[in-house]
């Protein structure tokens, strides 16, 4: 559950970056109706993991390897981090022991495609050691499925973990868009990790915590 008005204070951020950030990359003018109408955006709202599976079903996204943090205290840890902060509605690339590629942050909000495609394990890459997959891992678990810890692809050369929110609708293609990337590299073996960042009903939040976010 969301203890305090700073955690509340972060995740409203999070959403008028996220929505900043969308509406930057539309067309000037009536931009913000095109963009409403065209992707279906929507004010945040409590999800469950049946409305995530329905919306991607819709929208002809992955739900193979959907994971959601396991309570509000998992994901306000997260966000404390600038640095998971930083990538939130992006992509973020770990190593084989873990540890987090640096990625250009100067670029292009979607950018990353190319890069994901030509990963290769014997490359040299700039690397950091604030935020590690480990640290992510261990407060996610699965929207269906499997857990992390069964899964097959443990020893990837790379993890890409993506995270997404059903509020900025059908514009989540431009994260999900990555997959044909890993699809497309011939080099490494990739395991991705979409992580849904949408306020859950399991947190049990009340009604003045979710108007404070909305």
Not at 82 to 99: A, C, Q, S, V, Y
Not at 180 to 208: C, F, G
């Amino acid at each position: 559950m969301i203890s305090n008005r700073t955690d509340m204070d972060t995740f409203t951020c999070i959403v008028k970056i996220a929505v900043m950030v969308i509406l930057f990359s539309a067309s000037f003018g009536c931009g913000k109706t095109i963009m409403h109408l065209k992707y279906g955006l929507t004010q945040p709202k409590a999800e469950t993991p049946a409305t995530l599976l329905l919306f991607l079903e819709k929208h002809h996204f992955p739900t193979d390897n959907q994971y959601m943090f396991a309570d509000s205290g998992s994901f306000f840890g997260a966000v404390r981090s600038p640095l998971f902060l930083k990538h939130m509605l992006n992509h973020m690339i770990f190593d084989r022991e873990g540890t987090m590629l640096v990625r250009d942050t100067t670029q292009c909000q979607w950018s990353g495609f190319d890069k994901i495609k030509f990963l290769n394990p014997d490359s040299a890459y700039e690397k950091c050691n604030e935020l590690k997959l480990d640290s992510v891992i261990q407060h996610i678990h699965p929207v269906i499925g499997n857990s992390l810890k069964d899964d097959s692809e443990m020893e990837a050369d790379f993890t890409i973990v993506v995270t997404w929110a059903k509020f900025i609708g059908a514009y989540n293609y431009r994260l999900f868009n990555l997959e044909d990337a890993v699809k497309q590299n011939n080099s490494a073996s990739i395991r991705l990790i979409w992580l849904n960042v949408d306020m859950q009903e399991s947190w049990k939040l009340t009604r003045e915590q979710k108007m404070a976010i909305k």
